[in-house]
Every structure is written in C-alpha cells, then in structure tokens.
C-alpha cells in the first residue's frame, strides 16, 4: 500500500496569516500517462470532507484562490494563502494512482 | 446539482449484517466510479471499496474483501454496500463518493455487543 505522511499534524494560524502543509507518499504518485492523482481534502467541523484540490494542483470550482496545491512525484503542499476563520478543519492528502485508495492521518488547523 | 445521502446504518451485534444505501441525483451512477470511504469516531478517512459500470469493475480494501459486497442499481440511481460478519473495527461513519462531487452525511455503523 501507499503510504501518506502528513506534516504538521497540527497548526494553529494566526488569521490573515499564511499556512502550509505538507503531504509525502511513499512511491511516486505520477502515472505513465501524465497524470498525478493527488487530492487535498478539508473536513470542517461536524462535516464530511470536502475536495479542495484535485490532480495536485486544480482547484475545485468555488474553492477560493487563497488556496493552492503544488508539489510532484512523492511530496505536495497545499498553501493558503491568507488563512480565515471558515478553513478550520481537518485537511486530509489523498493518493489515487493505486489501490487501495490511501489517505494521509491529516493536519488539524485552527485559528490562534 | 449533485448530491449523495446515505442510510442503512445502525447499532449490530458482533457477526451480524447490515445493507447501506446511498441514493444519488444529479447525475447518473453508471460510467462513474462509487466509492465508501469510512471513519471511524474521531480518526481518519479509510477507503473501503468501489464499483463502475454495473459491477465490471469492483475493488474491496483487504480489511472487508469477502465480508462486503459493494453494488448499484442503476435504474434507481442507488450504491449498496452489504456487510456481513461485522467486526467492532468496522465501526465507523460510512460515506458514499463519487469523483469531485460533494460527499453525502454518511450513515454511521455501530458494532458493539
């Protein structure tokens, strides 16, 4: 199986402030096609997750621009850019380039 | 508008059996693939199984393969996932997904005795 790492596990933001994390697989994640298939995933309070991210870097429409996916092969980041009180949660990295499907243990985000 | 709602879920004994159901509208089940993913109380997302095309396709994680049966009836547009021989780790919060669609509540599996 894939293995996904997760750091920080947890980040207490300052609002308006920015945050980074960081998600690692244990094989690369880029297909012979292209293709990554990487997703970043926030699961809001009392809420079933959300994609924010898909292929690494697309944002999900109606996802707001002050977040953003980078990275390639086995290490990602997800950025926000400006961090507001609404993007507390859990965020969660997804592999699915194998099975099973695997995701990260996620980084827990509050506001300080 | 794309939207997934699960049931089925409930309190069962060591051993026993539940069927979950998971009703979707906006779009059509057939050619897109269906996932459970699962959460157990207070712990991370765990993928369970998926299904495309009317069950050419089916996949189970090792921790369920021949105890769950994943399917759909296209007609009704609805995902079913029977779990026999239900263990108290199998206790969880189960969600039904597809792609980047918005995830449904989920339906939660108490196994207990």
């Known amino acids: 199986d894939i293995v996904m790492t997760q750091s920080p596990l947890s980040l207490s933001v300052t609002p308006g402030q920015p945050a980074s994390i960081s998600c690692r697989s244990s094989?690369?994640?880029?297909?012979?096609?292209?293709?990554?298939?990487f997703y970043w995933y926030l699961q809001k309070p009392g809420q079933p997750p959300q994609l924010l991210i898909y292929?690494?870097?697309s944002r999900l429409s109606g996802v707001p621009d002050r977040f953003s996916g980078s990275g390639s092969g086995t290490d990602f980041t997800l950025k926000i850019s400006r961090v507001e009180a609404e993007d507390v949660g859990v965020y969660y990295c997804m592999q699915a380039i194998q099975l099973p499907l695997t995701f990260g243990p996620g980084t827990k985000v509050d506001i300080e | 508008e794309v939207q997934l709602v699960e049931s089925g879920g409930g309190l069962v004994q060591p051993g026993g059996s539940l069927r979950l159901s998971c009703a979707a509208s906006g779009f059509t089940l057939r050619n897109n693939w269906m996932h459970w993913v699962r959460q157990a109380p207070g712990m991370g997302l765990v993928w369970v199984s998926r299904i495309k095309n009317d069950g050419e396709n089916i996949d189970y994680a090792d921790s369920v393969k021949g105890r769950f049966t994943i399917s759909t009836d296209n007609a009704n547009n609805m995902l079913y996932l029977q779990m026999n021989s239900l263990r108290v780790e199998d206790t969880a919060v189960y969600y039904c997904v597809t792609g980047a669609g918005p995830w449904g509540q989920g339906t939660l599996v108490t196994v207990s005795s």
């Open positions: 094989q690369s994640l880029l297909t012979s096609d292209g293709k990554t298939y």
């Open positions: 292929d690494v870097s």
